[in-house]
């Protein structure tokens, strides 16, 4: 039986592209770079997405990059940052029925809670795993996972990713958990179906039926 289910944030739980097309958008003019949002893929780290569009980036101009980014993303108060239909719906249905929720992302922790307390999602989940959960050791998918199951007694057999990415698909299965990949986020190229996640979905109402097949 699924006890824990650990949800990506960008594109399986809200669509964020707006706000994070915006900040790029503006430090990419600061910058002199230019930028075709077509081209952004949403999840990676972004030290990865600043070398889509600057492939011979400096340590230095990629660490003033980044910096830039942050300031203009995680100031902007995501206004246009919102859940898809149906996702609070699934959050709900999946907190009163005793399953115990996590967000892991790659999105760091401040963006992440205010995202959640705005949208009322924090007080159903267990946990929130970011790569800057550690100040001493930043923490890879993967890593988070594991911690997080071994802080709450959770074995691997119990748990499920749920992502839209083969990023999501990949941790989930390097942490020895299903996953469960979700079509109304950002893959690209089919990238997701083909890192053969255990289950795949069309609508968040879908999950929790998804949950007792596994």
């Not at 594109?11 to 706000?19: E, I, M, S």
């Not at 748990?159 to 990415?165: K, P």
Request: aromatic share 8%; with cysteine.
């Amino acid at each position: 039986m699924i006890r824990g289910v650990f949800f990506d944030l960008d594109g399986t739980l809200f669509d964020t592209r707006a706000d994070i097309v915006e900040a790029y958008r503006r430090v990419f003019k600061e910058e002199g770079i230019p930028f075709d949002s077509a081209r952004l893929k949403i999840g990676p780290p972004l030290e990865e997405c600043v070398r889509t569009f600057c492939a011979d980036v400096t340590p230095e101009r990629m660490t003033r990059i980044i910096n830039g980014y942050r300031m203009f993303y995680e100031g902007c108060g995501f206004p246009q940052t919102l859940p898809y239909p149906g996702v609070m719906e699934m959050l709900r249905t999946l907190f009163e029925s005793g399953k115990k929720l996590f967000v892991a992302t790659n999105k760091r922790m401040a963006p992440t809670r205010e995202i959640m307390e705005r949208q009322r999602v924090k007080p159903m989940l267990s946990g929130i795993y970011t790569p800057d959960g550690d100040p001493e050791h930043r923490r890879k998918k993967t890593e988070n996972l594991l911690l997080a199951m071994e802080s709450c007694g959770l074995t691997p057999g119990e748990c499920v990713m749920v992502g839209d990415t083969f990023l999501d698909v990949r941790a989930g299965h390097e942490a020895g958990m299903a996953a469960v990949g979700v079509t109304w986020g950002y893959d690209e190229n089919g990238l997701l179906a083909a890192s053969s996640p255990e289950r795949i979905i069309r609508r968040p109402g879908e999950l929790s039926d998804t949950l007792e097949t596994l």
